[in-house]
C-alpha cells in the first residue's frame, strides 16, 4: 500500500532567504518515492512562480502539483487535472476594490502572472526578493483567473503578509 505525502514549498522545502533546497530535502523526496510513495507539492506558488527555484527543486519528478493556492493541479508530465478559475464576476469585483482602496495585487493566469494595479517600487522588489521574478502589469480584463493575491500596504503591521483569494 502507498501512501500521499503532501509537502508544503516555502519555508518547508525551499528556503526564501538563501533560495535553496538542501541536498538532505531531495534525497529524502527521493527515498520515500522509492519505497512506492506518492510526493506531492502542495504551493500557493503559479507555475511561473515555480520557474525559478533550483534546478533539483524543478527537476524532481513529484506525482503531482497542486499550486496556485489549490485551484490549478498537475500531473508529473505538468497537465492540467484540474483548473478552478474565479468568476469574471468575482475578478471584476477584487480589482474595483482594489483600485478604489490603492491596493496593489497580483493575479494569476495559466500562462502569466501579472499585477492587476501599478505596484510600488517597493512592491516590486519584495516580490522579486522573494520569488527571483516578477509579474508584468496588465490591468485585469477579461482574463481566466486561478488566484489573486493582494500586496500588505508597505509600512503598517501584517499578518501573514498578503490575502490569497482563489476558488477550489
Not at 7 to 14: K, V
Not at 74 to 100: G, P, W, Y
Request: proline share 4%; with cysteine; glycine share 6%.
Amino acid at each position: 500500500m502507498s501512501t500521499g505525502y503532501f509537502f508544503d514549498l516555502d519555508g518547508t522545502l525551499y528556503s526564501n532567504h538563501t533560495h535553496s533546497v538542501s541536498n538532505h530535502t531531495i534525497e529524502a523526496l527521493s527515498k520515500l518515492q522509492k519505497k512506492g510513495n506518492k510526493v506531492f507539492l502542495a504551493t500557493s506558488r503559479t507555475l511561473r512562480e515555480l520557474d525559478h527555484l533550483p534546478q533539483a527543486m524543478r527537476d524532481f519528478p513529484f506525482d503531482a502539483r497542486i499550486m496556485d493556492g489549490g485551484s490549478r493541479i498537475m500531473d508529473a508530465d505538468q497537465n492540467d487535472l484540474r483548473c478552478v478559475f474565479l468568476s469574471s464576476k468575482t475578478m471584476h469585483s477584487i480589482d474595483a476594490f482594489c483600485k478604489e482602496n490603492h491596493l496593489i495585487y497580483r493575479y494569476s493566469t495559466c500562462s502569466e502572472n501579472l499585477w492587476g494595479t501599478k505596484p510600488s517600487l517597493y512592491a516590486h522588489r519584495a516580490y522579486f526578493d522573494l520569488y527571483l521574478c516578477a509579474p508584468s502589469y496588465k490591468p485585469y480584463q477579461k482574463d481566466k483567473v486561478l488566484n489573486v493575491k493582494r500586496t500588505p500596504k508597505f509600512g503598517h503591521q501584517t499578518k501573514g503578509g498578503s490575502l490569497l483569494l482563489c476558488q477550489s
